[in-house]
């Protein structure tokens, strides 16, 4: 389980949970495979290898270098929640959540009135704007 934390205050006295993850919520997919290549009739037999998706942000991780499917998917996971990709979706899933990220939105709806565009067209070589 991955929990995110809000910090309150100056310390790490108040925190408050955001939200978490985990595999048994449905947060994660999870899909086995034979990993193949070396290791002989033992890989090509059992389902050794981890395919992690996280389906919120389509991030994936895969992990083959073990013989055992459980390291295999510690593996993986730990390799999903230190791609930059996962990390973007975690910080931007917080700022939504605290309500953050609706202040932005509005800030560039309002930057993009009409008022404050200046549209521009190209005729016989040169820029004028549009009225």
Same mark, same amino acid.
């Given at each position: 389980?991955?929990?995110?934390?809000?910090?309150?205050?100056?310390?790490?006295?108040?925190?408050?949970?955001?939200?978490?993850?985990?595999?048994?919520?449905?947060?994660?997919?999870?899909?086995?495979?034979?990993?193949?290549?070396?290791?002989?009739?033992?890989?090509?037999?059992?389902?050794?290898?981890?395919?992690?998706?996280?389906?919120?942000?389509?991030?994936?991780?895969?992990?083959?270098?073990? *013989?055992? !499917?459980?390291?295999?998917?510690? &593996?993986?996971? $730990? #390799?999903?929640?230190?791609?930059?990709?996962?990390?973007?979706? %975690?910080?931007?899933?917080?700022? *939504?959540? !605290?309500?953050?990220?609706?202040? &932005?939105?509005? $800030? #560039?709806?309002?930057?993009?009135?009409?008022?404050?565009?200046? %549209?521009?067209?190209?005729?016989?070589?040169?820029?004028?704007?549009?009225?």
């Amino acid at each position: 389980m991955l929990g995110v934390f809000s910090l309150q205050g100056g310390g790490m006295s108040k925190r408050e949970l955001l939200f978490s993850l985990s595999k048994d919520s449905g947060d994660f997919k999870v899909d086995t495979f034979k990993a193949g290549g070396k290791g002989g009739q033992h890989q090509n037999k059992t389902d050794s290898g981890a395919r992690i998706t996280h389906l919120s942000s389509g991030c994936v991780a895969t992990s083959r270098t073990d *013989r055992s !499917q459980k390291r295999n998917i510690k &593996i993986a996971f $730990k #390799i999903l929640i230190n791609k930059p990709e996962f990390k973007s979706w %975690v910080r931007i899933e917080a700022a *939504r959540r !605290q309500g953050k990220l609706q202040n &932005i939105e509005k $800030k #560039i709806e309002k930057s993009l009135e009409d008022h404050n565009l200046k %549209v521009e067209y190209k005729e016989d070589g040169k820029w004028k704007e549009k009225q």
